[in-house]
């Protein structure tokens, strides 16, 4: 190893912006189920969340280690595939954290907090347009439409990263750091605030479940079918995250921009008019996305720096 490559590799810092913001966040949940137990508040199977956790801050911290073990100018097959999973390893765990909120979330609040916000809704519009909406205007195509609006969520938070790695590694950079930014943030807000969204009321979780109409409606009602997960509604992390997607898709790659516009657009009307959240938990969505993108730019280079 020359001086200069010896100079590179010392240089590097032990913990990624990424890897700092997820061990915040891990740190929070364990340390809020403990008090949770501690105080013997409502705590869901943490004989089964408290290892995970854990075991998730022990790979962060393997990982971390390995990179400096193993640095990539000596072991560049190892070094490069190390380097993209500590790029992306917080996405592989979206969907557990999501899932894992129930177990934490009731902790400060013993009940759902919906009717505070169903009548919020209420005093906006003078009825429940999670409720009515899905009903009044339920005409098939519709229906598809919304829900195919709803579906998009997936293919764009799949498609646009992997678009970025493949042609512009700085763009990915900062597109998979504010996601797992925004995410984290929603999550944060659902560990104290437990919200159902427009399922509260027995009809509408009876409606988001219901087989009907197109191949999309009946895809989104096989999901919420077999999702056990209730209490992460506001704000809506669905609207947030494809809002996140269409500013960074606007930056790079405008015409996918101007497609997620639209997408977007039509995704936040499906989420109350599948009865899946709250109209507040819309307005919600779109500030958390918004704000919590340019923030997110914010506190990485703050990172970055330390």
Known sequence: MTRKSHQQTEALPFFSAIDKITIAFCAWILVYMLAGLALGRTVIEPWLHLPAYLSILTLVLLMAWAQQRFPRDRYPRFGRALSFV????????????YISGYAVNRIIFGEWQDPFFYRL?????GYYPSLEWGQRYGHWLLQELMHFAYFCYYPMIAGLPVYFYFRNKRAFSELIFALTFVFYLCYFIYSLLPVVGGRYFPEAMALSRAYQAGPFTRIMAFIYNYSRHLGGAFPSSHIAISLVLTIAALRYIRPWGIAFCVVSFFLTLATVYCHYHWFVDALGGIFIGIFGYYLAGIVRARLERT
Do not use: E, N, S
């Open 86 to 97: 500590r790029a992306i390893y917080p996405v592989l765990f979206f969907t557990y954290f």
């Open 121 to 125: 809704d209420k005093a906006l519009f």
